[in-house]
Structure formats: structure tokens, C-alpha cells
């Protein structure tokens, strides 16, 4: 909002000095911080308030600048531990399959999220993604929960879904992201909530421009034999010969609790990292954008120097030539 | 017929080739698995993984995770799997009489069951280096 009030006094300056100057105080009444700055009876602003104008917009350009090469060199460490983690869920899918359509009574959106700001859009679209989920599995039968990983997610689904959320959980990265700390987190979710479809609402890490959000679907060992025999990719499920000395309802338990917590590491991570390119992609933009508007500003601080010595001039000219004459 | 062999973890892939014959310790008894195996999908308990190349064996030390076995193709998901050949031996002796002394002073049902999974592991990884050799 104030880079925009200070584009408009921009802009509004570069008419006002050449022809009328005399007009400068009347037409500007939709720039109260500048005009307050200046006293009444200057015809021009002041090049001091422009130079501070200056200095502000230069800090802010090298802030964000620092900040995007924090977020670069950040995620460039999470980079490796994401496309590492990578093979490990794709057994899980290449058995089990991914099955977003699958028709459940008990669905858990399971939504992950930033704890800081200034990273671009992608909670935002990961939380509409969310809600889209939520309104397409309510109905009389089903119902939908959700369990909530980051600050931002949490302050946007607090205002209009709180009756419906089951955990939140934040400060997630405050110690490096490691498989133990998820894999306890996955067990308190299974622990505390009763599920037959979990859904893991993340943004994927396609390159350093590119965040696609995505949803990984993990049944529940019930649902999972439902579906096996409805045929499909589950179907070959009942090929496989089971080894390990306990029933097959218990491997698939556990196998189903180890799957969420896999795809849940790699969830958090690819979301880290999409958090980490985005926010790179916002501040090189804000710093972009102070140059340009540095730019502007030093046209206008020029303008008025110049305007301000012509003047000086004229008064000295006229007041010799009126002595003469 | 060629065997491949994948061993996974949440940090990385462990192995990716082929080997002519593994023996898995799965939670009830141990497997020996060729080629043209049938499918099976196994649990794997806290133990060792030998893995045949040519005459040549090789050992990992693995804690507990699944096996897919299919088509030529062994995939092993694990929490976590050292090589042998990757394991310090004075390191590991060391883990595992800390692992013993922490099992000796444990109360408590909780600390006694964390205790016994540490020296387990630390047994395993000390099996691992002595296998080799």
C-alpha cells in the first residue's frame, strides 16, 4: 500500500514542477505523508524527504536480496534429503497403489504447511486444495477431518473449519528434518484419529520455479481389502504369499502405518523445500521491484534538485536585471 | 536369470544392482531367495541381510522394515541399514557394551523395551563386521 501512495507521488511530481509550480500544494491532497513533511509555502518537495525516501527503499533491497540467498542456500541442504527420500514410497505405490477415488465414510486431510510468511502463494493454495477435498467427501454418509502441520495452514482453517480439525502441529523445522521425528509424529496422527482414507495435501518439488500441489492418498488395512477384492492394481495383492509369522490383517497394518509414515517424510520434505523456492521467487521479485523503484525515485529527486537551482537562478537574474533596468 | 536388488531407507538408497542370491531374516525365520522366486511380501525383523555376488558374500546389518519379492525384483524398505564393510568395529563394540550397561540400569517397562531394541541393534551391527571377516 505505501509502495503504491509513493509510485502515485512519483508520478504526480514530474507534471507539477515544469509547467505550473505555483499548483504543486493544491493538487496533491492524496499525499498526506508528504505533505505534512513539507511547510506550507514551499512550492516543491523537499530533496531531503526524497533522499529519505531513498535510503529506506535501498534497505528493504538488500534485505530481501539477503533473504533469497538464505532461502537458496537452505534449500539447496533439503534438496538432497528430498530426492533422497523419494524411492522410498514409490514400492509403497507401486504395490498398493494410489487411489484418490476411493469411496470412504472416514476421510483425514492431512494438510501441510509453512511456519513463516513470505513464501508466495503456496499455502494458500494448498489450504483451497484442502477445503476442496473437505467439500468434495461431505455428505450424509462421510465426513471429512483435518490435521493440521504449520502456522499458516492453521490461521487460514482456525476462521472458518474449527469444529472440524483434529490435531495441529507447528514448529515443525525448528531441528533439522529427520525420518525418526516424522515417524513419531505419523504415530501420534494414527493414534488419535480414526481414519479410513488419509489424504496428504502438500506442495511437490518439481524444479526451483515449479511447486505443483499434490494429494497422496494411504488406506486403511480395512479399505485396502475392500478394494482388493474389487480387482484392480490391489487385486495382485492377494498374489503375494505373506511371510513373517503373523496374519495377514497384521502385516497389513503395519504395512499401511509404515507407508503413511514414508509418504508423510516425504511429504514434509518436498513442502520444505517448495516453501524454501518460493520464497526465493518472492524476495528476488521485491528486490526487483525496489530497484525499479529506486529508479524512479531518483528521477524525481533529480527533477526536483534541478527544478530548485532554476529557480535560485531566476530569483537572482530578475532581482540584477530589475536593479539594472 | 538376474536378481535385482534394491535396499532402501528414508535417507538413501542403499543398493541397486543385481545379485545372484540373498538370505533375509524375516520376523519368523530366515529366507534363502534366487531367482524365479514366488511373490511374497515380508516383515523384517531388527537382523542381517546377505547378499551373494559371484562367490563373494556380503553382509548389511538392517532394522526392521518389509521385503517385496516379485518378478526378479527384491525391493527392501528398511527404518534404517549399515553395509558391513561401512560399520567401525571398535565403534560398534563400544555401542554395544553401552547398549548392555543401559539394559542392566533400565526401570521401568519403557526404558527396559528401548534398551533392549538399542542392544539388538548394536548386536546386529557388531554380527555385520564379524560375518565378513
Known amino acids: 500500500m505505501a509502495m503504491a501512495a509513493l509510485r502515485r507521488e512519483g508520478r504526480r511530481f514530474a507534471p507539477m514542477i515544469s509547467p505550473r509550480p505555483i499548483t504543486a500544494l493544491r493538487s496533491s491532497p492524496l499525499a498526506p505523508s508528504l505533505e505534512d513533511e513539507c511547510p506550507i509555502g514551499v512550492r516543491y518537495i523537499s530533496t531531503q524527504v526524497v533522499r529519505n525516501r531513498m535510503k529506506s527503499v535501498k534497505n528493504i533491497q538488500k534485505i530481501t536480496k539477503a533473504m533469497k540467498m538464505v532461502a537458496a542456500s537452505k534449500l539447496r541442504a533439503i534438496q538432497t534429503k528430498a530426492e533422497n527420500s523419494r524411492g522410498l514410497w514409490q514400492p509403497f505405490t507401486a504395490l498398493l497403489g494410489d487411489l484418490p477415488s476411493a469411496n470412504v465414510k472416514k476421510n483425514v486431510v492431512v494438510t501441510i504447511s509453512s511456519d513463516k510468511g513470505l513464501c508466495g502463494g503456496i499455502n494458500s493454495t494448498s489450504v483451497k486444495i484442502s477445503k476442496g477435498l473437505h467439500k468434495l467427501n461431505s455428505g450424509p454418509e462421510k465426513e471429512t477431518k483435518y490435521v493440521i502441520l504449520g502456522e499458516k495452514a492453521k490461521a487460514q482453517l482456525v476462521r472458518d473449519s474449527k469444529k472440524d480439525i483434529e490435531l495441529i502441529i507447528t514448529e515443525l523445522q525448528k531441528n533439522p528434518l529427520n525420518y525418526t521425528q516424522v515417524s513419531v509424529l505419523a504415530d501420534e496422527i494414527l493414534k488419535n484419529v480414526e481414519y479410513d482414507a488419509l489424504r496428504i495435501v502438500f506442495n511437490k518439488f518439481h524444479s526451483v520455479v515449479s511447486f505443483v500441489p499434490t494429494v497422496s492418498t494411504v488406506l486403511s488395512p480395512e479399505i485396502v481389502e475392500r478394494e482388493a477384492e474389487s480387482g484392480g492394481k490391489l487385486g495382485d495383492l492377494d498374489s503375494y504369499e505373506v511371510e513373517g509369522g503373523e496374519t495377514k490383517g497384521e502385516i497389513l497394518q503395519n504395512l499401511a502405518e509404515f507407508q503413511f509414515s514414508c509418504v508423510m517424510f516425504n511429504a514434509v520434505l518436498e513442502n520444505a523445500c517448495s516453501e524454501q523456492g518460493a520464497r526465493m521467487s518472492a524476495m528476488d521479485s521485491s528486490s526487483r521491484n525496489a530497484g525499479d523503484m529506486l529508479d524512479r525515485l531518483t528521477l524525481t529527486y533529480n527533477r526536483t534538485r534541478q527544478a530548485s537551482i532554476t529557480t535560485e537562478l531566476i530569483e537572482i537574474i530578475s532581482g540584477a536585471s530589475a536593479l539594472e533596468g | ?133
Do not use: Y
Not at chain 2, 32 to 59: C, E, K, M, Y
Not at chain 2, 106 to 120: D, F, M
Open chain 2, 1 to 133: 536369470m538376474t536378481l535385482n536388488l534394491c535396499v532402501l531407507t528414508p535417507n538413501r538408497i542403499l543398493w541397486d544392482s543385481e545379485v545372484k542370491e540373498i538370505i533375509l531374516s524375516t520376523n519368523s525365520r530366515k529366507i534363502g531367495v534366487f531367482s524365479n522366486h514366488a511373490p511374497i511380501a515380508a516383515t523384517i525383523d531388527i537382523g542381517i541381510l546377505r547378499i551373494r555376488l559371484n562367490d563373494q558374500w556380503l553382509t548389511m546389518a538392517l532394522m526392521g522394515g518389509f521385503a517385496k519379492i516379485d518378478n526378479n525384483e527384491i525391493t527392501i524398505l528398511v527404518n534404517d541399514a549399515e553395509k558391513g564393510s561401512d560399520i567401525d568395529p571398535q565403534e560398534a563394540h563400544q555401542a554395544l557394551e553401552i547398549a548392555e550397561a543401559n539394559l542392566r540400569k533400565a526401570e521401568g517397562k519403557r526404558q527396559t523395551i528401548e534398551a533392549n531394541l538399542a542392544l539388538r541393534q548394536a548386536r546386529t551391527r557388531v554380527e555385520a563386521i564379524n560375518a565378513i571377516s
